[in-house]
């Protein structure tokens, strides 16, 4: 039995990439993720001082984890939101009088 191509195939990869591009973009993104992740930093923080644990070793985990995880929500809310930019342009070209939906390079 042959496979069928990976295009046509449907997964919970596909359906996930559908629900997270379909849902809409909080007013401010960097903002509220630098919160949410900053409020995070603080409970590990917070765990660690209530468990005993160090809390020099937990403030460096918590930078760390602040760092990198606010720098990949940024850099996926910047793909997210030049991607709808540049669909929106694609289309605004697409339905304009005359208009092509990819533009040309001349010379």
Do not use: C, N
């Amino acid at each position: 039995m042959a496979r069928r191509p990976r295009e046509a195939r449907a997964g919970p990869e596909t359906a996930s990439q559908r629900r997270r591009e379909a849902a809409p973009l909080p007013p401010h993104p960097y903002r509220s993720s630098a919160l949410f992740h900053g409020i995070l930093a603080g409970l590990i923080v917070l765990i660690a001082a209530l468990v005993g644990s160090s809390v020099t070793t937990a403030v460096v985990v918590a930078v760390a984890y602040f760092v990198l995880a606010t720098g990949w929500s940024w850099f996926r809310f910047s793909q997210r939101i030049r991607a709808r930019t540049q669909a929106e342009a694609d289309a605004a070209a697409a339905a304009a009088p005359g208009g092509r939906s990819k533009p040309t390079k001349s010379g």
